[in-house]
């Protein structure tokens, strides 16, 4: 395996992590009390959105670099 397959695997690690904090943001939202209150769950929401998408892309691109 390449250096490059294996920082590419990181990386989408990381952009299943943001994803599921985007997803259990969404779930706390909805449910109407979230843990961390408002204000951070949507700083969250935020955050792990556009995280998620952008190490998602640069982990594919990587990906195919590597073959």
Not at 28 to 51: C, K, M, N, R, V
């Amino acid at each position: 395996m390449s250096p490059d397959y294996i920082k590419a695997q990181l990386i989408l690690l990381i952009s299943i992590v943001a994803a599921i904090a985007f997803v259990g943001c969404i779930y706390e939202l909805s449910y109407g009390a979230p843990d961390f209150g408002f204000a951070i769950t949507w700083a969250i929401l935020l955050t792990s959105l556009p995280l998620g998408v952008y190490t998602f892309f640069k982990a594919v691109t990587l990906a195919r670099k590597s073959i």
